[in-house]
T-cell receptor, first 112, second 113 residues
Framework: QKEVEQNSGPLSVPEGAIASLNCTYS??????FFWYRQYSGKSPELIMS????GDKEDGRFTAQLNKASQYVSLLIRDSQPSDSATYLC????????????FGTGTRLKVLA | GAVVSQHPSWVICKSGTSVKIECRSL??????MFWYRQFPKQSLMLMAT?????????EQGVEKDKFLINHASLTLSTLTVTSAHPEDSSFYIC?????????FGQGTRLTVV
């Protein structure tokens, strides 16, 4: 059973701090990795995608991938109260199918 | 980003009736769409993969006769929950792929009473 693990949280950080969200996955053959943000009662919206080892930065967001450790993380700099949401890690099932396996999500609270 | 429109956003139906949910890709063509279900405080669980012009592929444990999927065009997939029961009450979300990324519809909150 392929799994994607996340700490459910809540992770509380003060406004302006860096929030660090982590995700591990069980299938070494996973190819693509995604972070989605989901506000309560809404559908997920794509924040970042990462496909190769290392860091990828987009504005206040940085995704980090380490395939050897089967670990992907998301850093949010200068956290804002509007960043408070559940962050879902998603991993593709296998090459060519684009079937996503989602983690259970980490709830982030940014305290004003 | 790409736009995926899902309709209706919420629906209440009586037990035993059927409900149809539509998922449209508005600015791109999607040969593959996915249907998910999400219960409160849980993650998205993939129900089925919808392929344009062919039968849907259902995940283990999902009843294909209960959750009918039709992907008749490159921009539209529909999910029909047949003979709905209270335990089918959930948040149903579709997604469509473009440029190797999945974009989600707004979701449909189904309540069966």
């Amino acid at each position: 059973q392929k799994e994607v693990e996340q700490n459910s949280g809540p992770l509380s950080v003060p406004e302006g701090a860096i929030a660090s969200l982590n995700c591990t996955y069980s299938d070494r053959g996973s190819q693509s990795f995604f972070w989605y943000r989901q506000y309560s009662g809404k559908s997920p919206e794509l924040i970042m995608s990462i496909y190769s080892n290392g860091d990828k930065e987009d504005g206040r967001f940085t995704a980090q991938l380490n395939k050897a450790s089967q670990y992907v993380s998301l850093l949010i700099r200068d956290s804002q109260p509007s960043d408070s949401a559940t962050y879902l890690c998603a991993v593709t099932d296998r090459p060519g199918t684009y079937k996503y396996i989602f983690g259970t999500g980490t709830r982030l609270k940014v305290l004003a | 980003g790409a736009v995926v429109s899902q309709h209706p956003s919420w629906v209440i139906c009586k037990s035993g009736t059927s409900v149809k949910i539509e998922c449209r890709s508005l600015d791109f063509q999607a040969t593959t769409m996915f249907w998910y279900r999400q219960f409160p405080k849980q993650s998205l669980m993939l129900m089925a993969t919808s392929n344009e012009g062919s039968k849907a592929t259902y995940e283990q444990g999902v009843e294909k006769d209960k959750f009918l999927i039709n992907h008749a065009s490159l921009t539209l997939s529909t999910l029909t929950v047949t003979s709905a029961h209270p335990e089918d009450s959930s948040f149903y979300i579709c997604s469509a792929l473009t440029a190797m990324k999945a974009f989600f519809g707004q979701g449909t909150r189904l309540t069966v009473v």
